[in-house]
């Protein structure tokens, strides 16, 4: 059976560690083009050659998801670049939790302009290409805190949440267009996603969580494989999966 998979033209927005860098290398591996967008240029460029080293298809790009014109840059290059854009998965996130009554408003507007702004951002760069090629898969990483409150995670939650909606209702809109939405909800998982946390007790609490129950980016990879995997007139709407020992 064709993994559907191949071939494949896939942005992937915080692919410089964690769960993008994870999937990029997967769905490499199953046969994708993957253009790999995120700030920090060196660590993508590594990554890049890393995958066509061992006979894959990669781009690097430098991108910051809050800036609508990067982003409808790096699309617009992987389109002239590879022709097309099958799939984009608006992954890149922050989250410095932190109880509302430290009143960090910073970092609420920074996790507001990262965690839905990008991800909008995403969506308009590529609806434009996916509606004219009538195909298309439009992936946004939510979160089990985008189904559930933990103490001190309101605002983070709030822009999983938010990710979740803005999906749904996409997805309502652009089924016309053959354009297929998937929210994907991970639980814990090991990555660098705790470092950004700015509250020394709320950091090292997560720490110890994450440390004891967390899970391999891998499992994330698995997850938007087997969404992207589908024959074409199936869309998986939307995964959660955490951890086996998550509460
Ligand atoms: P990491 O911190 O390892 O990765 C975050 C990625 O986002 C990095 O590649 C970073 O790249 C990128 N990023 C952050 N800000 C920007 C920006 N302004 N522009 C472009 N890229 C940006 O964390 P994870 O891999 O864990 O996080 C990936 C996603 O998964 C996030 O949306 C997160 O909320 C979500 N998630 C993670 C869970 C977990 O337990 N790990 C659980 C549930 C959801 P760079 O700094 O180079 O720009």
Redesign the pocket.
Known sequence: MENNIKNKVVVI?????????AAAKHLAELGATVVL????FN??EKLAKDIQEVGGKSLAIS????NLEQVKKMVDTAVQQFGRVDVIIN?????PLSPMDRINVAEWNTMI???IK?VLNGIAAVLPYMKEQKSGQIIN?????GHKIFNGSAV?SAT?YAVRALTEGLRMEVKQYNIRTTIV?????????L??ITEADIQQANKDY?GEV?IS?DS?ARVVAFAISQPEDVDINEIIFRPTAQE
């Open positions: 927005t915080g692919a410089s560690s964690g769960l993008g860098e967008g995120a700030r920090r660590k993508i991108v910051d998801v809050t992954n890149a996130g922050i989250m302009d990262v965690n990008g990483t939510s979160s089990v805190a983070y999983k909800c991970p639980g814990a998982v090991k990555t660098e996603l470092e950004h994450v967390g980016p994330f």
